[in-house]
């Protein structure tokens, strides 16, 4: 019993000293107003989960403090926020309600925590559909106050700290979850520690090995880092003390998940990457002084002492990333013989890109740079608006229309009239039109890029001059969702080609109708499914839609298939039905049509010679042993094994997290997979014979495909294999880079 006192008044004791932490943080913060409302949601929250405990063990009430010091410390919100992040679990968790919370705290803290608690449990539950439609509730929130997903962000963050305690397939789903949609909402919103923070925490989840290499590789580069930065910056800092300018330089190292990030998409060794190091140029302009023209002063003092890379140069000060961003970016030559890029910009600026501009725009009125930051803000709310008024009905559609939206990387493209308008890098002349006006969109024929004509389809380049021409007789088609890269365009796109198929299927249901009355029969759906299988359509919807649009005429064929007497058809028709339905049956080994036991999603699943029996690879990512992977369950009770940063499986952990299986290879080289190598190299007589030799007499490696292609010397090869696990294909790649004539060697 004194065990248990002492126990209780230890987590009072951690409990209070939270909540001092965070009213000290909030009294030195740049509000520091009035405490009281502040003390009283403390006291309110801890009263309501009391006795409530979190999987870690610790005090429920903890979390809502956390959350709150987060909003607090790291995103800059005022008492408002911290009350309404004290309080947003209070109405889902407890017999509380919104008015309660109304009548207590008054209307506006009460209207954040509702359209927290709308979405609580993570944007996607059980049923993807329903929680697609709260998120758009919560985009359309942010309108009217853009403080509830900055909340919910800050959520966020505290249960990726904390994600320790949850089973391997909470994680991923969490992970996948984080990567998928509140890193880029992060990053739109201009918080780009939380979103470094939010990405670095998700890799360390979702690829624990990968995660501890590349952090433990850069702890012991630390000391030559710091060496070189020091080495780097020492003329830069001589140069600015010169000219009386208040600075400060700030070493950059990359993040583990960037440089993980760089590593899959380029294809190279972690000692390939050479941009691990930046460094950040941060000044305190004098009152009289434009910051713009400081920026521009310090890059002409360090590209004096350094030469500029003449392709790498981005301004951001005269036209802001959509995020509010704002910056001077340059890359220069180190006397070492590197490359060190550097980012300059003022305290102003640090402090949006750090904090981003969301958390002040409705605090620091009559700037010039609050309204600036404003109207950025509300020219994203109004895109995402134009998404919702659009129904998606399917979830994953849904998602991917606002993934679009959360470009980070972003160009400059020029109206007719030399009106400058931001849009996402890789970006079409069809994206353009819609962006402009969605009747222009759609019946756009092609532009004038640089008073040059353009399909389309072409991408357009930073600084292009483009003129969008026309037709009336122009139409949508579904092939213009190949040219289409933002979402604003795919949206439009989508809801123009459902509307022309609503059309279709409603004039194919009239004709289907015309023929069962013609031929004297009942349509039910058994002599429908009859016709779908003579036509091989998936579904009666597909068969009015293909009627509908004349691609099919039904005709004699049809007619037997539905008045057919003799029985012959029909007990031929009911054997397929039954083969059908037990080929369906869930859960049903596919060998023997034995029932396969039912899956304990609470255990990871091991992959060995036994289960794999159950289980398909997916052949998107196409993992081998040695990957880190996960399993999707399907309706049938059959398991899809995907590599962990797989896009199929990214969008699963976001729709379909009940789903999600641990999974961890155990098949100690008993089974074969396939895998794709690519080579490249110098040719030369005897290259192929060398390569087979080493795959085949020396490694014994089985070669089941083989592709190789010259051109000026150099040549490409693409090999497919047979091997136990990714440790197979390192010591292949190894053994054949001591072949003179490769250059290189990886696993695609």
């Not at 434009?290 to 521009?296: G, K, L, M, N």
């Not at 696990?725 to 696993?747: A, G, M, P, S």
């Amino acid at each position: 019993m004194e065990e248990q006192t002492s126990r209780q008044q230890e987590e009072e004791k951690l409990v209070q000293q939270a909540y001092e932490h965070l009213e000290q943080t909030y009294l030195h913060s740049r509000h520091h107003g009035n405490v009281e409302p502040i003390r009283k949601a403390f006291n309110f929250a801890k009263q309501a989960h009391k006795g409530v405990r979190r999987l870690s063990g610790e005090p429920y009430i903890m979390h809502p403090i956390a959350v709150a010091q987060i909003a607090c410390e790291e995103i800059g919100l005022g008492s408002t926020s911290i009350c309404a992040a004290l309080l947003h679990d209070v109405v889902e968790d407890t017999d509380y309600t919104t008015e309660d919370i109304c009548n207590i705290f008054g209307e506006k803290v009460a209207q954040i925590v509702d359209g927290l608690t709308k979405i609580s449990g993570g944007i996607f539950g059980d049923k993807a559909s329903a929680q697609a439609e709260s998120f758009k509730k919560l985009l359309l929130t942010m309108s009217d106050d853009i403080r509830v997903i900055l909340i919910k962000i800050s959520d966020r963050l505290h249960n990726m700290r904390t994600l320790g305690s949850q089973l391997p397939g909470k994680q991923y789903k969490i992970a996948g979850e984080t990567l998928y949609i509140y890193a880029p909402l992060a990053n739109r919103l201009g918080l780009n520690k939380v979103k470094e923070e939010l990405e670095d925490l998700s890799f360390r989840y979702e690829h624990p090995e990968e995660y501890a290499s590349i952090t433990e590789r850069l702890s012991g580069m630390r000391e030559n880092l710091n060496a070189a930065f020091d080495e780097f910056t020492a003329p830069i800092r001589e140069r600015l003390d010169q000219q009386q300018i208040q600075y400060e330089i700030k070493a950059r190292i990359k993040s583990p998940y960037s440089i993980w990030c760089k590593m899959q998409n380029k294809h190279v060794a972690f000692e390939e990457i050479y941009d691990i190091l930046a460094v950040r140029i941060i000044f305190d302009p004098k009152p009289e002084d434009d910051e713009i023209a400081e920026c521009f002063h310090i890059y002409a003092i360090a590209s004096n002492i350094y030469k500029p890379h003449p392709e790498r140069f981005r301004d951001w000060l005269s036209h802001p990333k959509a995020n509010g961003y704002q910056a001077l970016h340059t890359t220069l030559m180190s006397k070492s013989g590197r490359w060190i890029e550097v980012q300059i910009r003022s305290r102003r600026m640090d402090d949006m890109a750090e904090q981003g501009f969301a958390a002040h725009w409705k605090y620091k009125e009559g700037s010039k740079t609050a309204k600036d930051s404003e109207n950025e803000l509300d020219k994203w709310l109004r895109t995402i608006k134009e998404i919702l008024d659009d129904p998606q009905p399917d979830a994953i559609d849904f998602l991917d229309a606002i993934k679009l939206n959360l470009y980070a990387s972003e160009i400059f493209v020029v109206t007719p009239k030399g009106e400058f308008k931001t849009m996402p890098a890789g970006c079409t002349a069809l994206d353009f039109a819609f962006s402009i006006h969605t009747f222009l969109g759609t019946h756009c024929i092609g532009a004038k890029v640089n008073h040059r004509l353009v399909p389309i389809s072409h991408r357009l380049q930073s600084g292009d001059q483009v003129e969008i021409l026309t037709s009336k007789t122009q139409k949508v088609t579904a092939e213009w969702m190949d040219f289409a890269t933002t979402a604003k365009a795919k949206s439009k796109i989508q809801a123009i080609l459902r509307r022309e198929r609503r059309e279709l299927q409603k004039k194919g249901e009239e004709i289907l109708a015309a023929f069962f009355a013609k031929a004297e029969r009942d349509p039910n759906s058994l002599l429908t499914d009859r016709i779908c299988q003579l036509h091989a359509m998936p579904s009666r919807e597909d068969l009015c839609v293909a009627l509908g649009a004349n691609h099919i005429v039904l005709g004699e064929e049809d007619l037997a298939a539905i008045t057919d007497k003799t029985g012959g058809r029909r007990k031929q028709w009911s054997r397929y039905l039954s083969f059908f339905k037990r080929g369906r049956s869930k859960q049903a080994d596919a060998a023997t049509g034995e029932p396969l036991p039912p899956i304990d999603r609470k255990k990871t699943l091991l992959l060995s010679e036994e289960t794999m029996k159950r289980c398909i690879m997916c052949d998107e990512c196409h993992p081998i042993p040695g990957d880190d992977v996960l399993g999707i369950l399907d309706d049938e009770g059959r398991i899809t094994i995907h590599k962990r940063q797989c896009a199929i499986a990214d969008k699963m952990k976001t729709t379909g997290g009940n789903r999600i299986l641990a999974a961890e290879w155990d098949t100690h080289k008993k089974l074969y997979f396939p895998a794709t190598i690519r080579l490249n190299g110098i040719d030369r007589l005897g290259v192929l014979h060398n390569i087979t030799g080493v795959l085949s007499q020396q490694l014994n490696i089985n070669i089941r495909q083989l592709h190789i292609e010259t051109n000026d010397g150099i040549f490409h090869a693409e090999i497919q294999l047979e091997v136990h696990d990714v440790e197979d294909i390192n010591n292949i790649c190894q053994d054949l880079k001591r072949i003179t004539e490769i250059e290189d060697v990886k696993r695609f």
